[in-house]
Every structure is written in structure tokens, then in C-alpha cells.
T-cell receptor
Framework: DGGITQSPKYLFRKEGQNVTLSCEQNLNHDAMYWYRQDPGQGLRLIYYSQIVNDFQKGDIAEGYSVSREKKESFPLTVTSAQKNPTAFYLC?????????????FGPGTRLTVL | EDKVVQSPLSLVVHEGDTVTLNCSYEVTNFRSLLWYKQEKKAPTFLFMLTSSGIEKKSGRLSSILDKKELFSILNITATQTGDSAVYLCAVVGGATNKLIFGTGTLLAVQP
């Protein structure tokens, strides 16, 4: 079955620690995205990548980093510089450009900083 | 600044009611508008709208876009408790053609 997988589903970390969230897709999609969702708010774009080895900052990139070494994978690292990292993180992908193709979402990772 | 505004923020109805959810936008370089349903996990795709006045329909759900007045509506007829969810509207556009999300409408359907 094709789709997007994210792991882990739940993640706890102590303040000051970096943590990496995994996102893998087997849809052969070119573009991948990371969003953050806070209670009562819509999704906000953190980073996105339209091709391998290239990525761009979204609206709230500070305190986050990404890599796109393979087409299938787009991991997100939440660094200690992110001041309020507790949130629900969603990874998504599109075959081509957003706006031309449906954006598929993974099941999400809920990160809690203790 | 590009923005997408959804209304109402929340809504409580009874099974069998018909609801209309609203999405207005101010986004440069508009490409498309998308509706998603989110039930405590990943959003699931409902509709993508690119042309004005053409209704998209899937079962009891339908949606239409007005590019002149810059809004879209999502209609749900004969609501069921399974329709309870957050409904997200997103517009693709802006300088970098990315999705700009509204805050969502929380719909609760009571038996």
C-alpha cells in the first residue's frame, strides 16, 4: 500500500534536547512538507522540499532543520533553539506542485517537551 | 499578507441537519482551494477547487468556489455523528505556491 509513514507516533523529550521526526513516503512524490499544528490553530508550514537535495523555509522555520537526501525521506529535527516545540507535527507530500495535485498527509507525530 | 479565514470557528448541530461552512481568502497568485477533514489525526482530502461556479460533490458533501468574491463553501446535508471533525480550508498561492491554511471549523454532530 502506498502512503506516508511518520514515526514515532508519540515522542517525549526533555528541554534542551534535539529530536528527529521521521517521514517516509512510497508514493514517488517529488514534493514533501512539514507542518506544525497547535490546539485550535490551522497548520503552519515549517519547511518544504520540491526535489532531492533542495529545501526551503516555510513560515516558522526557526529552531527546526531538515534534510532531503533521498526522494522518499524528509526527516525533521527539532532543535533546542525551538522555544515552544510541544505540538502535533504533520508530514505531507504531493506528486508535483502544490495546487496542481492533492496533498497527502501522514498520521502525525505528537511531540511533548517535559 | 496572505490569509485564509474560516467561519464559524465551531458549530454544534443535530443529526439530519444541513450545515454550511465558510472559507474566505486573500491570497496572491491563487492556484486552488482545498478542503480537508481532520479527525484527531492526519487531515483527509475532500475537494480541490480551481474554477468558479463549478460544484464538486461527494455523497452528502459538496463544495463550490467563487473567485470573484474570494470564498468557498462546504455543504454537508443530512449530517451524521461521523461527520464530527475539524474541517480545514487551504489555499495554494502566494509567492512560493504553498498551502495557506485557515484555523478550521470544529463541527460537532449530536445524535
Amino acid at each position: 500500500d502506498g502512503g506516508i509513514t511518520q514515526s514515532p507516533k508519540y515522542l517525549f523529550r526533555k528541554e534542551g534536547q534535539n529530536v528527529t521526526l521521521s517521514c517516509e513516503q512510497n508514493l514517488n512524490h517529488d514534493a514533501m512538507y512539514w507542518y506544525r499544528q497547535d490546539p485550535g490553530q490551522g497548520l503552519r508550514l515549517i519547511y518544504y522540499s520540491q526535489i532531492v537535495n533542495d529545501f526551503q523555509k516555510g513560515d516558522i522555520a526557526e529552531g527546526y532543520s531538515v534534510s532531503r537526501e533521498k526522494k522518499e525521506s524528509f526527516p525533521l529535527t527539532v532543535t533546542s533553539a525551538q522555544k515552544n516545540p510541544t505540538a502535533f507535527y504533520l508530514c505531507a507530500s504531493t506528486l508535483g506542485l502544490a495546487g496542481e495535485d492533492e496533498q497527502f498527509f501522514g498520521p502525525g507525530t505528537r511531540l511533548t517537551v517535559l | 499578507e496572505d490569509k485564509v479565514v474560516q467561519s464559524p470557528l465551531s458549530l454544534v448541530v443535530h443529526e439530519g441537519d444541513t450545515v454550511t461552512l465558510n472559507c474566505s481568502y486573500e491570497v496572491t497568485n491563487f492556484r486552488s482551494l482545498l478542503w480537508y477533514k481532520q479527525e484527531k489525526k492526519a487531515p483527509t482530502f475532500l475537494f480541490m477547487l480551481t474554477s468558479s461556479g463549478i460544484e464538486k460533490k461527494s455523497g452528502r458533501l459538496s463544495s463550490i468556489l467563487d473567485k470573484k468574491e474570494l470564498f468557498s463553501i462546504l455543504n454537508i446535508t443530512a449530517t451524521q455523528t461521523g461527520d464530527s471533525a475539524v474541517y480545514l480550508c487551504a489555499v495554494v498561492g502566494g509567492a512560493t505556491n504553498k498551502l495557506i491554511f485557515g484555523t478550521g471549523t470544529l463541527l460537532a454532530v449530536q445524535p
